[in-house]
Each structure stands twice: as C-alpha cells, then as structure tokens.
C-alpha cells in the first residue's frame, strides 16, 4: 500500500511569499500524483494533475514538479486566497484506491 | 457546466443506514468513474469508494468493505452509496467526485459535500 507523506503539515508564511510543499511517496508512482486545495468550509479543488499539469482555471503562480516518490508544489506569490490546506493524492493501479498525503496547513 | 450535488446526509445512531445520493449534471456516468470521500470532523481526505464507469465494478476501502454498497444509474445521473451498520467513525462530511485521467487519474470535480452524524 502506498503512503503518502507531506511536509511540512504547517507552513506560516506572508502574503507575497513563497511557498513550498512537499510529498514523499513510499514507493515510486512516476508521475501519477495529484495536488488539491481546500479552503475553509469548502470542498477541495484539484490545483495540479499528473505530478506537473495545471488544472484548468489554475493560476501560473501555482507549479508542480517531482517524479518517481518525490513531489512539490510551489506556489510563487502569496495571494490571500491561498492560505488553506493541500493534499497530495495518488491512484493505485489495482486494486484502484485513492490515497491522500495527511495534508500541508498554509497559514499566514 | 460540470457539477455535483450531493444529498441523504444526516444523523443516524450507531448500527443504523443512510443512502447518500449524488446527482450529477454536465457530463455522462457512461464515460467517467465516480468516488466518494470522506473527511471527518478536523481531519484530513479518506478515498471512501469508487465505481467504474464502464462495468460498473465498484470498490471499496477496507475500513467500509461489507458495510457500504456503492451504485449508479446512468438514465438518472446519480450514483448512490448505501451505508449500513455505521459507526461513530462513520461521522464525517462525504463528497462526490469525478474521476478523469490523462496520463494517472485524479478528481478533477468534486460536490459541496454532505455531512454525515452517526451518534446515540
């Protein structure tokens, strides 16, 4: 079973700082990760797609990058908005199952 | 437009069932898979279920397996997750999301969520 591990699970930074998040794979996945945003209240919302791809609707000050068991996303440029919590998520082949990273709190 | 209602939330006492609903608009049940995910209160996103969207096989976490039965009907565009003997456990909010793949698959449309209380 893979696990997914996130670091750091909290991340205090200013608005028009830059952000880095990590997720560590305990077995390679090559570039089948996913990255999502949920904010307060809300459901999440799929920011990055196979390990590097930008949602639609996604900004650019969002990326992603990694391959194999390890992975991150930068977001460059603080926006207000972008403070909340996100998961990392990869699908396993067979059995299919989802598997969430415990997540990265972004706090101001 | 691409969107996801869900519905059938509500409070329950332990042992008991609840049907959870979610109806989709904007796309096909024939062409996409379907999940359910689960977040208990102050904590993070459990994968709870997932149906295919051309068999119609579904599956299941281990900690739901024998207790939840996941269904769709494709002429409705609703997917149903039938929930039986729930536990306190059981208690978080529950979304539907819609799987899509390029070259991995992810959930690139989720509902609002409906919240789920399983308590004496």
């Known amino acids: 079973e893979i696990v997914l591990t996130q670091t750091p699970a909290t991340l205090s930074l200013s608005p028009g700082g830059r952000a880095t998040l990590s997720c560590r794979a305990s077995q390679s996945v090559g570039s089948n990760l996913a990255w999502y945003q949920q904010r307060p209240g809300r459901a999440p919302r799929l920011l990055i797609y196979d390990a590097s791809n930008r949602a639609t609707g996604i900004p650019a000050r969002f990326s992603g990058s990694g391959s194999g068991t390890d992975f991150t996303l930068i977001i460059s440029s603080l926006e207000p908005e972008d403070f909340a919590i996100y998961y990392c998520q990869v699908r396993s082949i067979w059995p299919p199952k989802d598997t969430f990273g415990q997540g990265t709190k972004l706090e101001i | 437009e691409v969107q996801l209602v869900e519905s059938g939330g509500g409070l329950v006492k332990p042992g008991g069932s609840l049907r959870l609903s979610c109806s989709v608009s904007g796309f096909s049940l024939s062409s996409h898979s379907m999940n359910w995910v689960r977040q208990a209160p102050g904590k993070g996103l459990e994968w709870v279920a997932s149906i295919s969207s051309s068999s119609g096989d579904a599956y299941y976490a281990d900690s739901v397996k024998g207790r939840f039965t996941l269904s769709k009907d494709n002429s409705k565009n609703s997917v149903f997750l039938e929930m039986n003997s729930l536990r306190a456990e059981d208690t978080a909010i529950y979304y539907c999301?819609?799987?899509?793949?390029?070259?991995?698959?992810?959930?690139?449309?989720w509902g609002q969520g409906t919240l789920v209380s399983v308590s004496s």
């Open positions: 999301a819609r799987d899509a793949w390029v070259a991995a698959h992810f959930l690139d449309h």
